[in-house]
């Protein structure tokens, strides 16, 4: 039998698809066997968040741990990073995976120190976009694609959840050089049940965290612009949280969107999914999004910006696709909205999003990486 491992996890921010990322990930490695724990932010997230953490905390052998991490670099950082080395290292990890750019950082800086310490500790990084999404013409950008290659040398392995965020790794940071796998982030079995719309359905949903890169404010404009293109009203939900929900109520209110656009906080994935007909990914940015996943497994219909690992996605249906402007994103709501049936027949099949894109073989393929980890 395979030797049991102790899995750490190490990620900033207990909210969005890293988040969703790690919960499978990790309940997947326990089902195998391992001992998994989770070390992340104690100031992001809301009662949701805190509820799911809570939840997942039962069923981790290595529990869950939260401590301040700052999103951004700064002299707060140095007692933050100092508390959370004490947690990682009271856990003895044999792998300590981080995941985003904070979670990278802290995984392979606190996993060389363990190993300085003659401690055997496998240091792997997932991006999940991350630091990758800064321009690298930009002072932060220029700062972070270094900070980025002097990590890869503590690194045994990188692993990037589509092909598209390995190329912008490539062209924004260098060629890897540590060992590099493409594995895509999986949904399970369950979420393959298709999801009704409610009898009061509204037209459209947009679910995710409430900030520009994910293109709230495109959603709101392009709605309006789709009511005209169609002449008709048009209404929608937008599910979620994050420090710029309060512009996007401003926006709403402005346009005189606000007795059809209604807010709600955030919600499991397929309730959510029951409050509107066609979802909307108005993403400026992405690297391998879950929601787009859940929602093609759930049978909705869709209509998706073209970035990041979204055209991987919809290899074989490229049509729900648009670019990430208000003008393109509503032209494709008009589309999806004028004639349902016909818009149906471009979604990719829930057949082939499960072959490509299932959680088993997701875990099965990292925990191989793991072990050829563990070897160098």
Not at 52 to 73: A, S, W, Y
Not at 136 to 144: A, I, L, M, P, Q
Not at 242 to 249: A, F, I, L, P, S
Not at 352 to 373: L, N, Q, W
Request: glycine share 10%; proline share 5%.
């Amino acid at each position: 039998m395979p030797e049991s491992l102790r899995i750490v996890h190490c990620f900033r921010s207990p909210v969005g698809g890293i988040f969703r990322h790690v919960r499978d990930l990790a309940g997947a490695q326990v089902a195998a066997g391992h001992q998994v724990g989770i070390v992340c932010d104690s100031t992001t997230g809301g009662e949701y968040e805190a509820r799911m953490l809570r939840e997942l905390e039962t069923k981790l052998p290595l529990g869950v741990h939260r401590t301040p991490m700052q999103r951004h670099i700064g002299l707060g950082d140095l007692s933050s990073a100092w508390k959370t080395y004490d947690i990682i290292k009271e856990l003895r990890p044999d792998v300590l995976h981080g995941h985003g750019a904070k979670g990278g950082v802290y995984s392979r800086m606190f996993g060389t120190l363990l190993r300085v310490s003659r401690y055997r500790v496998a240091r792997l990084y997932s991006p999940h976009g991350g630091s990758l999404h800064y321009d690298e013409k930009s002072v932060t950008g220029r700062f972070f694609f270094a900070l980025e290659r002097i990590m890869e040398r503590l690194s045994e392995h990188i692993l990037f959840v589509s092909r598209q965020e390995r190329d912008t790794f490539v062209r924004k940071v260098g060629p890897p050089r540590a060992p590099n796998t493409v594995v895509y982030n999986g949904v399970t079995g369950r979420e393959f049940e298709p999801v009704a719309a409610s009898a009061d359905a509204a037209d459209f949903l947009y679910i995710g965290m409430m900030r520009d890169l994910k293109g709230p404010d495109l959603f709101i404009e392009a709605l309006q612009l789709a009511e005209r293109a169609t002449g008709r009203r048009l209404s929608a939900f937008m599910v979620g949280a994050g420090e710029d929900r309060d512009k996007y109520v401003a926006q709403v209110a402005e346009r005189g969107l606000a007795d059809r656009v209604h807010f709600r906080d955030p919600m499991p994935a397929r309730e959510a999914f029951a409050l509107a007909r066609i979802v909307v990914v108005p993403s400026r940015a992405e690297a391998m999004p879950y929601i787009v996943l859940e929602a093609l497994a759930a049978g909705k219909l869709m209509v998706a910006t073209s970035v990041g690992g979204i055209p991987e996605i919809f290899e074989n249906a490229p049509a729900a696709l648009v670019e990430p402007s208000a003008q393109a994103i509503a032209a494709g709501m008009a589309r999806a909205i004028d004639d349902e049936a016909a818009y149906a027949a471009v979604m990719p099949s829930g057949e082939e999003v499960r072959a490509r894109f299932g959680a088993d073989a997701m875990a099965s393929r990292i925990e191989g990486i793991y072990r050829e980890a563990r070897r160098n």
